[in-house]
């Protein structure tokens, strides 16, 4: 069933719940530039096994409303903290990809783990995804600097680029182009404010504050989200497990299909 939440005035999110009788929650924040279909292979088979199973569209991508503003990660943060509210969720695990890890990681931080008993993160953005005199791991800056130039001047093409770059294992054109469709989705506007704040926000004392136990699954083979970030990831939370993947790159649910869903099921019900 698909719902919208209002998160702010004027601004409402799309929120999938599916089996909403499952004896176990999990919420899936996706990562840039898509939406909550992404999480496509795990939302057809996780209920069959009992699962309660909520994905939102975050602002500006999917079905969501895509307002001007609010594309900082203490904003977007803010906006699961609703969902959570209206929903009444209660001892879930939060997982996120990429970005949407990012996000989980600061909600974490922002509204102290509120309602979540587990964090599960999928090739997340975090503690930086580019690289800073203190952290040498990340992209380049001028790789960020180039994809928001990019959705500023030929958004398809840029996002082609990308495509290109989330798989190791090769796929056929109709994954590519259901995937680039998804990132069609997304607003012009929404898509180049979640680079800058790639670019302007880090997450080092967010991870810190982390209490609660945390899966952090990441390809070997990512390059979007470099596999040191995993590393770091697993270095500053605590109670954390590092799950490196093998032949894979930044989308694993894919690359990985079987072997993501294994170990993201062996983590909830542990």
């Not at 509120?114 to 975090?126: D, H, I, Q």
Request: a neutral charge; hydrophobic letters at 40%.
């Amino acid at each position: 069933m698909g719902y919208y939440v209002s998160v702010e005035q004027n601004v409402n999110i799309y929120v999938e719940d599916l089996n909403p009788a499952g004896n176990k929650t999990i919420l899936f924040v996706h990562g840039w530039p898509g939406n909550h279909n992404l999480f496509e292979y795990q939302l057809n088979q996780l209920p069959k096994l009992g699962y309660r199973c909520v994905a939102i569209d975050c602002r500006g991508f999917g079905m969501s409303d895509k307002p001007w503003s609010g594309y900082d990660y203490n904003r977007l943060a803010d906006d699961v903290r609703a969902v959570i509210d209206a929903f009444q969720l209660k001892d879930i695990t939060l997982g996120g990809h990429s970005t949407g890890g990012a996000i989980c990681i600061r909600y974490m931080a922002r509204h102290n783990g509120y309602g979540v008993s587990k964090l599960a993160l999928f090739a997340a953005a975090a503690p930086s995804l580019i690289q800073r005199p203190y952290f040498p791991n990340g992209l380049k800056e001028q790789a960020v600097l180039d994809i928001i130039q990019g959705t500023y001047t030929d958004r398809p093409k840029m996002l082609r680029d990308f495509g290109n770059m989330i798989f190791f294992h090769r796929v056929g054109i109709p994954l590519s182009d259901w995937i680039f469709q998804l990132g069609l989705q997304a607003a012009s506007w929404s898509t180049a404010a979640i680079a800058n704040t790639w670019i302007k926000e880090v997450l080092f004392d967010d991870m810190a504050k982390i209490n609660v136990p945390t899966l952090i699954l990441h390809g070997l083979n990512d390059r979007v989200c470099l596999y040191p970030l995993a590393v770091a990831q697993n270095q500053g939370i605590r109670n954390s497990k590092l799950v490196p993947f093998n032949q894979c790159g930044h989308f694993l649910f894919y690359d990985q299909m079987e072997q993501f869903n294994k170990e993201l099921i062996a983590f909830t019900k542990n």
